[in-house]
């Protein structure tokens, strides 16, 4: 059983950065399709980036060129690095993985079946 925790929200100013992780437990031999969503205040959840099985990462018009997705695979760990931080990046970031290997452009475009394993979720805060 898929277990995720995320990790490195926080408040911070308007230009400044933050760098979310995702720790991933009780993976069998991996999952193929990764990504991190946001839901904003009064807004539906929406894909903000994703890595899919080969290693292709794909954002949201809203984050791109500010936001970069990688991962390290020992250590089982997803990261999002936000620069030039925004007050409508304020959310709560949740990361998600799924066994099924999906295209991340179709993930972030939502064209992609909804993933399985989710996080609790990563508040983050831009004033």
């Known amino acids: 059983h898929v277990q995720l925790v995320e990790s490195g929200g926080g408040s911070v100013q308007a230009g400044g950065s933050l760098k979310l992780s995702c720790k991933a437990s009780?993976?069998?031999?991996?999952?193929?399709?990764k990504g991190w969503w946001r839901q904003r205040p009064g807004k539906e959840r929406e894909a903000v980036a994703a890595?899919?099985?080969?290693?292709?990462?794909y954002y949201g018009d809203s984050v791109k060129g500010r936001f970069t997705l990688s991962q390290d695979i020992a250590k089982h760990t997803l990261y999002l690095q936000m620069d030039n931080l925004k007050p409508e990046d304020t959310a709560m970031y949740y990361c998600?993985?799924?066994?099924?290997?999906?295209?991340?452009?179709?993930?972030?475009?939502?064209?992609?079946?909804?993933?399985?394993?989710w996080g609790q979720g990563t508040q983050v805060t831009v004033s």
């Open positions: 998600a993985h799924d066994y099924g290997a999906y295209d991340s452009q179709a993930v972030v475009l939502g064209l992609s079946p909804q993933f399985t394993y």
């Open positions: 009780g993976v069998r031999l991996g999952t193929n399709s």
């Open positions: 890595i899919d099985i080969q290693d292709a990462t």
